[in-house]
Structure formats: structure tokens, C-alpha cells
């Protein structure tokens, strides 16, 4: 299991947003790029960003930030406004490993399937799910399609890896649906990178011990938590490694 420390860029700095919420934002660090430093310091090989600028315009608005994280070395996994093919290769040139598709992937079979054909595994769809519906645009409009109905046809496109967001817990700091999650576990035989909620050790240790029973819990994206000092990165990729 991997442990992907969360960096959210809005208007260039590092933040976090309670419930994907414009309105409640905390700023944690002014220089993205100085937080994917400690990170890396502390052992972590991948990093998760999102660009929040992107994710509610449509088009990433953050890469000059985005450029100098991926310029540390780390494998970066970006989400937020990649709604082109354009905006896609842009982000593999700027050294980005892994690109998430959000909302056009809801609204669009074709570009799913022609992204995964050109770029393969670099490709990962992410289904940000409230009360078990995917949400789009940034959170703010509702899909109407079921999380699990959605990863069923992800998989059919030849998507390899979901990154599954539980929006009624993401930042909240009251720990992981893991109901949610092992439901999605079970629909298909995708990877899983489970998102929203953890807030103490216990919660990685939960989803190791998930990750267990199920092979394809790829791993689990942390945020807040590190912000607030209420784990210890070191601890968590120890805990990840087994």
C-alpha cells in the first residue's frame, strides 16, 4: 500500500478546503513546492496535487506550481481542470507521472477511452462520491451516477486505477467511509486509492489491514492530517510498507 501525501494549490498556495468548499479554506504554506520538500524529506516517493483553480474553472490555472513540485524528483500525480488531451500532455511534459481525469470523465466515454489508449496506466480517473454519487465540477454540481456504476464503466474503458474520494468525510478529520471504500474494492479489479477522512495513525493501519484482504487497495491519499500534525508521515509509509 502507498501513502500519497495531498498538496491543493489555489492561487498558487498550498491549502486545504473543508468538503471541497470554496468558502473554507485554510492556507498551510505559500510555496506548494516547500511542502512536496518535506514530504520528500520524510521518504515519500509519490506526491498527490490538485489544482483547485483547475478543478472549478475547467483549466489548470497552477502549473508554474505544479512544475516546480514535479521538478523535485518525486512522481506526481496530478488532478484538477485535466478536461483535454491538451491539458493532459501538458502535464506529462511538465514531469507529471500520473494525470486524473474528474469530470470529463463523467461526461465523456470517448475521451476516457482515448486518453487510457494513448497513455495507458499514466491514466487514473477519479469519482468523488457524496452519499454514493459522483460529483463534478469541483464538487459543486451532483452527476447523478452511482460511484460503483461509474468505476463498473471505467473498467470497461480499460481505466487501471480509481482514486475514490468520500466527500462527506474529506477534511472533516472523523476518519475514512470505509464502508464506501470496500464497497468499491469489491465492484471490480481496478486499483483503489482510497481518499477523504483519515485523521489519526489508526485509520492507515485500518486500511493496511484492508489492504490485506483486498489486492487492490493501491493505497491512500492524506491531507489535513499532516497539516494539522495529527500523524506522522514517516510513520505512515512505515505502516504502509508493512
Known amino acids: 500500500m502507498k501513502i500519497y501525501p495531498a498538496i491543493d494549490i489555489k492561487g498558487g498556495r498550498c491549502v486545504r478546503l473543508t468538503q471541497g468548499r470554496a468558502d473554507a479554506e485554510t492556507i498551510y504554506a505559500e510555496n506548494p513546492a516547500d511542502v512536496a520538500r518535506q514530504f520528500q524529506a520524510a521518504g515519500s516517493e509519490w506526491i498527490h496535487v490538485v489544482d483547485l483553480d483547475g478543478a472549478f474553472t475547467g483549466e489548470p490555472t497552477n502549473l508554474a506550481a505544479v512544475q516546480a513540485i514535479a521538478a523535485l524528483g518525486m512522481k506526481v500525480q496530478l488532478g484538477g481542470g485535466l478536461r483535454s488531451r491538451v491539458a493532459i500532455e501538458r502535464a506529462f511534459g511538465f514531469g507529471v507521472s500520473r494525470a486524473v481525469i474528474g469530470t470529463r470523465a463523467v461526461d ?75 464497497a468499491m474494492l469489491r465492484a471490480g479489479k481496478y486499483r483503489v486509492i482510497a481518499s477523504g477522512g483519515v485523521s489519526r495513525r489508526e485509520d492507515v493501519l485500518k486500511l493496511a489491514e484492508l489492504a490485506r484482504r483486498y489486492a487492490n ?23 504502509a510498507r508493512g
Do not use: C
Request: glycine share 12%.
Open 108 to 182: 465523456s466515454d470517448h475521451f476516457v477511452g482515448e486518453m487510457v489508449q494513448a497513455f495507458g496506466e499514466k491514466i487514473a480517473v477519479g469519482l468523488d462520491a457524496k452519499n454514493g454519487t459522483v460529483a463534478v465540477k469541483g464538487w459543486v454540481e451532483s452527476s447523478g451516477m452511482s460511484a460503483l456504476e461509474a468505476a463498473r464503466r471505467m473498467e470497461v474503458l480499460g481505466v487501471s486505477t480509481i482514486i475514490h474520494t468520500d466527500i462527506g468525510t474529506d477534511g472533516m478529520m472523523t476518519g475514512p467511509n470505509f464502508q464506501a471504500q470496500e
Open 217 to 239: 487497495l493501491d493505497g491512500v491519499i492524506v491531507g489535513k492530517a499532516l497539516y494539522e500534525q495529527r500523524v506522522n508521515l514517516p510513520d505512515l509509509l512505515a505502516i
